[in-house]
């Protein structure tokens, strides 16, 4: 039965506060454009919540937690549970829910991004480290199959930003 007493869920479009500041030549890794993008929008909605898999300092979701502790999930080496938790949220008063880790680690958790996609869930799944080279990280931490994995999702979009501008035009 509905709760009649509840507040109606605030209805306004999430607007990005500010376009990206790079300048021609910066060299910015798109994981840290991630983080700045992801903060952004913290602050031009209230609805926009981040959950991590104990990458928050790789994937840059930190920049996130510090400014909204109260809207920042820590779902630490636990990648199926973040992503139904991200689901969870996202079917929750238009709550728009972004959950990041390695790319690689998103593979574990294959299962329910299949049934949320099922489930027509509108969640933000952020993979970083994927690639062939990722430096010091190592092989462990690298992903391919997670593009062949997303794309064989029905109404899955694949971004694949290639700098913090589109990184930023990406999250937003």
Excluded: W
Aim: charged content about 20%; aromatic content about 8%; glycine content about 8%.
């Amino acid at each position: 039965m509905p709760n009649n007493d509840a507040a109606p869920a605030d209805l306004s479009p999430i607007v990005m506060p500010s376009v990206p500041s790079y300048k021609k030549g910066d060299k910015v890794a798109t994981r840290r454009a991630y983080g700045v993008a992801l903060a952004k929008l913290g602050h031009g909605s209230k609805r926009v919540v981040a959950l991590d898999g104990d990458t928050k300092n790789s994937t840059f979701s930190e920049l996130f937690k510090k400014e909204f502790p109260d809207r920042y999930i820590e779902c630490f080496i636990a990648e199926q549970n973040m992503v139904g938790v991200a689901i969870g949220c996202a079917t929750r008063d238009r709550t728009v829910a972004f959950a990041s880790t390695f790319a690689a680690f998103l593979s574990r958790a294959y299962d329910q991004i299949r049934m949320g996609a099922i489930s027509q869930t509108n969640v933000n799944l952020v993979g970083s480290h994927c690639g062939v080279s990722i430096g010091e990280d190592g092989p462990s931490q690298m992903a391919l199959e997670d593009l062949a994995l997303f794309r064989a999702i029905p109404t899955c979009t694949v971004f694949y930003p290639s700098d913090g501008v589109s990184t930023e035009n990406a999250v937003d």
